[in-house]
């Protein structure tokens, strides 16, 4: 009850009504998003990964530009860690195994099957610009149809994690797959970023065995969105989505969340090279 009149409240202040609400918190978010430079978080989440979910948990600093990310992982390969700097390293990812094969001293591409085997999106993604192209296009798709209000809607406060938040639900009622035929030199990769969708999704849902195993003139089925529904909770001071639930057809699909999250701190450059004092490549 005590929630209802604080919303109410503010409702009354602000002269905003729900239908107004899901405008302005989607626009900061997105202006947040935008203006994000360097990050340091926690990310748990979990993932469906051939009908199981499964969970994983990572530290990460993130630099914006040029591209730079240091992941230690904490689940489900302990000790793990990769670090990226877009540019550098012929464009491979140092990574320390946390085994005997550290010995090695692996380089390893970003896109290949070691470090994105089972996983949903690549450390390319880290950070929240691919969020942000999501909510990008759910807003676009909305605005098309001339039902913003209904594909994008404002469903009130929550608390989670201590963090008080707007709970913003994106629903797509038109959600299906289509077929598309494969133009000549095109990835699942290729064919899913220029239209916004999940690559992974793409590659299970066709039984397919690797995102460059498609050929010119194959005809596979894609979604003609990204997700019928995504779950937001957008934390009301940094205005950035720290818990997301993304669905498909078959019900949820994948879950991030975002702890400790420290938003445009001042991130030596050192700590973005394999010789950091506290890093053990």
């Known amino acids: 009850m005590k929630k209802f009149f604080s919303l109410l409240s503010l409702l009354v202040l602000t002269g905003l009504s729900f239908s107004q609400l899901n405008h ?7 202006l947040a998003m935008e203006k994000i430079q360097t990050l340091k978080y926690r990310l748990v989440k979990m993932e469906r990964v051939k009908g ?16 730079k990310v240091y992941i230690y992982i904490y689940e489900p390969k302990a000790g793990v860690e990769i670090l990226y700097n877009q540019g550098e390293n ?12 550290s010995i090695l001293d692996p380089n390893l591409d970003p896109m290949g099957k070691i470090l994105r ?18 909510l990008n296009s759910v807003k676009k798709r909305a605005h098309e149809e001339g039902k913003y209000d209904e594909y994008c809607e404002y469903k009130g406060e929550v608390n989670w994690a201590n963090r008080n938040c707007h709970k913003l639900q994106l629903t797509y009622p038109n959600f299906k797959w289509e077929t ?22 793409i590659l299970e849902k066709n039984k397919i065995s690797w995102y460059d195993k498609v050929s010119e003139g194959q005809k596979i089925l894609i979604p003609n969105i990204f997700s019928p529904k995504v779950v937001l909770y957008i934390d009301k001071i940094l205005r950035l989505p720290i818990y997301q639930e993304v669905y498909d057809d078959n019900g949820l699909f994948e879950v991030y969340e975002y ?17 950091y004092k506290e890093y053990k490549f």
Do not use: C, W
């Open 259 to 275: 702890h400790g999250l420290i938003v445009n701190p001042t991130i030596p450059a050192d700590e973005f090279s394999k010789k």
């Open 117 to 134: 085997k089972d996983e949903h999106h690549t450390i390319l993604e880290t950070g929240f610009e691919f969020s942000r192209s999501l």
């Open 180 to 201: 598309y035929t494969v133009r000549k030199g095109e990835t699942i990769v290729d064919i899913a970023r220029s239209r916004n969708l999940n690559e992974y999704m």
């Open 90 to 101: 012929n464009n491979k990812a140092n990574v320390n195994p946390n085994n005997f094969l």
């Open 52 to 67: 199981e979910m499964k969970k994983g948990e990572i530290q990460v600093k993130y630099q914006k530009n040029p591209f």
């Open 24 to 30: 302005t918190v989607a626009d900061e978010s997105l």
